[in-house]
């Protein structure tokens, strides 16, 4: 069973979003669990508010309190020690800066069970094709040397997203999924909307509890 969990994802994909709830999942499941900024560009666990959210939710944050202007700066010794733990483990990987940062840790990654999602978001013009959908992947499989395992649906428009972009996001991620050989992980849906879809999609559904101080869109 994996234990390191990675998300991916183009600017405006929601990533952080998935894998800040997806860690608040995990640590509830497994009673404690670590999430790590590997978000280099907008490293958005500055804000103290969501850190006080996070461990007392059981999570664990381990990011760079002093980001630099260097092209790959330093990251925390803890990120070593995330390989090692027997909690649960979420990188949140921001763009193709953080692609880079993950390769980083290769050889430690392929040591370990790991899965590597891509959050998608279909209303973003670079993923609003198959054909984006599949450059964008092949872009971070190349930074990070890592292939991606599977797909998550996460198509919004922020506060006027309605049940139709989820749908119509859902059938264009099931194809790409189909056509680059992945699994589809889950449609993340915000919690007011999860009665709404809940009979209408093919795939899983993760609720998403949006936290209003990080980006959604």
Known sequence: MSRLFIFCGEYGSGKTQVAVNYSKYLAKKHKRA???DLDIVNPFF?????LKELKESQVDVIFNKEYGEADL????PEVISSFVTEEPVVFDVGGDDGAVVLGRYYYK???TDHEFW???NTNRPYTST???IRTIKERIEKKSRLKITGLIN???LGELTEVEHILEGEELVLKAAQELKLKTIF???KTELVDDVKDKLKTEIFPVQLDYKLPWL
């Not at 500055?46 to 969501?50: G, K, M, T, V």
């Not at 700066?73 to 925390?76: F, Q, R, T, Y």
Request: no cysteine; aromatic share 0%; charged share 20%.
């Open 34 to 36: 670590k999430l790590v």
């Open 46 to 50: 500055r804000s103290r508010d969501s």
């Open 73 to 76: 700066p330093a990251l925390p």
């Open 109 to 111: 990654i392929t040591q």
């Open 118 to 120: 891509m959050v998608v």
């Open 130 to 132: 198959v054909e984006g």
């Open 154 to 156: 996460n198509s919004n």
């Open 187 to 189: 449609t993340a849906v």
